[in-house]
């Protein structure tokens, strides 16, 4: 009932900037939380950061100062800044919301497919 549609992936050189967005789709809806998540070959996914419908966020210590999150709330759609990209950032990136709807009593986590992010000169 509900899809998170991403783009702004791609390959960019260590130094350089990108921004990934993420928009909920849908109907009979409502989008609590969001974030975003990365997963490097043989790794496990970790957090990268989160924000609350308030706009409140955190963010994990390897993106502090780097990355910022942000969000539209008329849009439902979050985005990722990324500043200062290092090698180490390459990853497959995720984003997730937690999402209300009738079709269930509970709200749901939502993931995108998810996006390649390759930093390499």
């Known amino acids: 009932q509900v899809q998170l549609v991403e783009s702004g992936g791609g390959l960019v050189q260590p130094g350089g900037s990108l921004r990934l967005s993420c928009a909920a789709s849908?109907?009979?809806?409502?989008?609590?939380?969001m974030g975003w998540y990365r997963q490097a070959p043989g790794k496990e996914r970790e957090l990268v950061a989160t924000?609350?419908?308030?706009?409140?966020?955190n963010y994990a210590d390897s993106v502090k100062g780097r990355f910022t999150i942000s969000r539209d709330n008329a849009k439902n759609t979050v985005y990722l800044q990324m500043n200062s990209l290092k090698p180490e950032d390459t990853a497959v990136y995720y984003c997730?919301?937690?999402?209300?709807?009738?079709?269930?009593?509970?709200?749901?986590?939502?993931w995108g497919q998810g996006t390649q992010v390759t930093v390499s000169s």
């Open positions: 924000i609350t419908s308030g706009g409140s966020t």
């Open positions: 849908g109907s009979a809806f409502s989008v609590n939380d």
């Open positions: 997730n919301a937690l999402v209300s709807s009738h079709s269930s009593r509970y709200p749901q986590v939502y």
